[in-house]
């Protein structure tokens, strides 16, 4: 199902942007940043250009970030974080809502 | 025809139950059929007389008086209304007859004027003619609609108070909540609290079935409220902004400080990360809660309190609070401070974004409520009880009650129900109220539906079990797809945050499929079917006080695979998870409750 696809593929995102919490938003491991690039691709391939730019934003700055001692893009670095994780929970709870939707339409399937 | 005459013409049931209650006019009628009231009209009163009884009919029609010794209106002040409109509707018949005939005269006279003249009039009946004739005479007098919506905004936010008023702008949904209808009254009723307001001019002469106020109550306010709205004169977002920022709403110095500090406070958690996080962290939060609260921003309050909570879960490595949660919560947050900082610094709005404090109770009208479901918790906060899952016939909605008690401080394990209180000092317990009718007066709700355990409230214990009534039949759903359009419908309204109430649904389901215990997940997993052969997921997590429910439900899907039982109706919430319709089983109906349904 592309509905399922599509959450699915946001929940990865989502718990890339996790991950990268747990971290920080100072820098970014070569770990999280190799990760990063790959979830931008996929997530083009998916259409969702809006978001791909975004991550790409967030890399480059975050790894500007690294080599900042007074962490003057702070405050960038947070809002652009936080546009990207609203973008994420609202995607997840349409593209959710529209899944069960077709789910509950459906007359034929089995159980889990 | 004097103008008390004149406005009694106006009066519908409606408005007298407004001004009295349903009970009253119903047995003023019944009375008024064995007995004669001599009606006198004396100037600008009219005097009502019957067996010993003398009542005073004066406007606003709250100020009449009767010599009975009941306080408020009564039924002898209705009866003498009712009998007042009879006498002035055989006034209006005989002034009638005599204006036809005069008008009948005046059309002829016209009409051969008219018809001399080669006028335009011919074929127009005689009395429309000359009505018409009058009416161009007659000056151009204000409708009641028209005097409505000159009503200044000012006037309207200094008869209630401020929290009624912020409770107005944050918790009302003008496009939805009211239904509007016009006559020689503007009745507004608000479909979610199901009150009726019938608007008069004077505006002392309107009704409220909710407080049955005579003064200008904030039922009344929302009324005309909602009359302004529809008619495009006041906006949501203009009525927050003309609600001016002012040291009376608002300590406008603290504000732009709290949210400072708040949104620095949040920044840092974001940058640090949380596997980071300070342990003083949570008490940051509570004490930037408590200023909020101090600054009136009740919404960041309840947000910064809750992220507190859920930082000291984190910290403790509590299972139910993830890192992804924490985010989720922080970023929510760091959402609402931007709406504030922007309304402040605009100077306007802000009463938008910083919300009612959203446990505020107002008041209800009459409500008939019937115990459909029990459900006992155990919540994280330290907190245990039971809820009390009630339809309300009038509205066909849900409300709850709940009865908490701290567990915090017990050591011992509890016996019996001590602590859980009966509301309303009903002579039953609580598990009789799970099956009861109980008329409720004077009550009062939160906008989430749940009911205050208020004195002031009266309520009435018509019965202990039996049937449900026939108006349950309406909302039971038997597809499953008409019950999740109903659901996207609440999902879209409440844009995407939904209350507990607006996720209980009753479900008839045609059968119930498989019943499965997973022991990894600790939960029963089970499939209803529909008549339309769709599928719904339910689950049922394990816990002492569900143990009993996963049991019945196994029991339940034995003797269906043995043919030998019908299924009952299934009463619990919807949620969605995971891409799926998930359904949460509180409690089952069964059919001999909805024996006509």
Known sequence: MKEQKIREELMQCRELMTDVFQSGLTGLPESLKDRCRREETFVRQYGMEWLADRIEELTELLEKQRHLIGGENAEEVVGLFCRIITYLEEGIRLSGLEEAGIRISQREWEQE | MSEIMQFLKTVDEEYLIGLSNKGIVKRSYKDLESVTVKITEEGDEILGQYDDISVRLKLPLTSSTCSCPSTSICKHVIMTILAAQKVGENMATQEGKTEESAAGQEAITSQAVATGQGATSQGKPAGQEATSQKAVQEPKEKTLGSRLLEIPTERLRKAATDKEWMGLLTQTDWEEDFEIAEGNMITVRNLKFQWTVKLSWPIELSTCSACHNEKLCVHKVAAILAWQFRNGVVTPEGL????????????????????????????????????????????????????????????????????????????????????????????????????????????????????????????????????????EFRSASGYAGKTIYFFEEGSRAFYTYTAARPTIYEK???????????????????????????????????????????????????????????????????????????????????????????????????????????????????????????????????????????????????????????????????????GECIFYPIETVERVRLEKN
């Open chain 2, 240 to 375: 927050a902004e003309e609600t001016v920022v002012s040291e009376d709403d608002f300590d406008s110095e603290s504000i732009p400080e709290v949210l400072a500090d708040a949104k620095a406070l949040l920044d840092e958690m974001l940058l640090v990360g949380s596997a980071r996080l300070s342990p003083e962290t949570p008490l940051g939060l509570e004490r930037l809660s408590l200023r909020a609260h101090g600054a009136k921003l009740p919404n960041l309050e309840e947000m910064l309190r809750v992220l507190s909570e859920m930082v000291s879960g984190y910290h403790a490595r509590r299972a139910n609070i993830t890192a992804a949660d924490l985010l989720r919560k922080i970023v929510e947050c760091h959402a609402l401070l931007g709406k504030l900082e922007r309304a402040v610094s605009e100077g306007k709005g802000i009463l938008t974004f910083a919300g009612a404090f959203r446990s505020e109770y107002m008041d209800v009208p009459d409500l008939l409520l019937h115990g459909i479901a029990m459900r």
């Open chain 2, 412 to 578: 011992a394990k509890r016996r019996g129900n001590a602590g859980e209180q009966v509301p309303w000092e009903l002579p039953c317990t609580l598990l009789q109220l799970c099956s009861a009718t109980v008329r409720l007066r004077d009550g009062k709700a939160n906008a989430e539906g749940r009911l205050s355990s208020t004195s002031q409230a009266h309520a009435e214990l018509l019965r202990v079990g039996g049937a449900l009534p026939d108006a349950i039949g309406e909302i039971i759903f038997d597809d499953f797809e008409e019950m999740w359009k109903a659901y996207l419908e609440r999902s879209k309204k409440a844009q995407g945050e939904l209350s507990e109430a607006e996720k209980l649904f009753l479900l008839r389901p045609k059968d119930l499929l498989s019943v499965e215990y997973d022991e990894v997940r600790q939960k029963s997993v089970f499939y209803l079917e529909d008549f339309q052969g769709r599928r719904l997921r339910g689950e049922l997590a394990f816990s002492k006080q569900e143990e009993t429910a996963i049991r019945s439900l196994e029991r339940m899907h034995e003797k269906r695979k043995r043919q030998e039982e019908e299924l009952p109706v299934f009463f619990g919430s919807i949620y969605v998870r995971d």
